[in-house]
């Protein structure tokens, strides 16, 4: 079996070695056809670990553009062991620099007040009527536009900042079948100078 195809796949999931084999095996070589059951098992894995306790982790200061922008963000895990690893360190530094770029106003879709939700689908469903879409598909169409907007501004909706065919989401997914520990951001902050700060 190629080597180099298990180191790849290993990196790119997180998986262990022998899970890495199997996959391959299942899928007959198939690298990309490995790497989807992986993922699923990984996702499965992390569903499963999202239910333990999170009494470990760190709070991440990140200052951006000569002190313009500055992010605090709260990222726990279950074990002091894990929070000093290499690997969770980078990824809540990760996390700092995507929500400097990227300015998320809410951690996920559950938070968003409905207020402010249904503010915003008073404005997309006139835009839909004032391109004359039929009343039958205005709420398909209402329910994808919804989700985009999910996307723009929820963090773990968002497109992650290095890798854009992922969300913060998955990227946290992804961390938590690698790291083997429930990980959970907690809350963010993200100043602007002059424009104050906001806390999710």
């Known amino acids: 079996m190629n080597t180099e195809l298990i180191v790849k796949l290993r990196e790119k999931t997180g998986a262990g070695m022998v899970d890495v084999k199997n996959a391959l ?32 982790g760190v709070v991440h200061a990140y200052i951006h553009g000569g002190g313009k ?3 605090l963000v709260e990222v726990l895990c279950e074990t002091d062991f894990v929070a000093r690893t290499e690997a969770f360190q980078s990824l809540v530094h990760d996390l700092a620099l995507h929500i400097a770029a990227m300015d998320p106003l809410y951690l996920s879709s559950e938070i968003v007040p409905p207020e402010v939700l249904e503010k915003e689908k008073e404005i997309l469903m ?5 391109e004359g879409k039929p009343v039958e598909i205005i709420a398909k169409i209402l329910d994808g ?8 501004v929820c963090l773990l909706n968002q497109p992650y900042f290095k890798d854009d065919k992922k969300t913060v989401a998955e990227v946290m997914q992804e961390a938590v ?21 906001r806390t999710c």
């Open 25 to 56: 095996e299942e899928a007959g070589g198939d690298a990309v056809k490995a790497e989807e059951t992986l993922r699923k098992k990984g996702i499965a894995k992390a569903v499963k670990k999202a239910e333990r306790s999170t009494g470990e």
């Open 69 to 71: 922008i500055g992010v």
């Open 126 to 130: 006139g835009e839909l009527k004032a």
């Open 145 to 152: 536009k919804v989700q985009k907007y999910y996307s723009e």
């Open 177 to 197: 079948s690698k790291l083997g520990e429930n990980i959970q951001i907690s809350r963010f902050t993200r100043y602007v100078l002059s424009g104050g700060s």
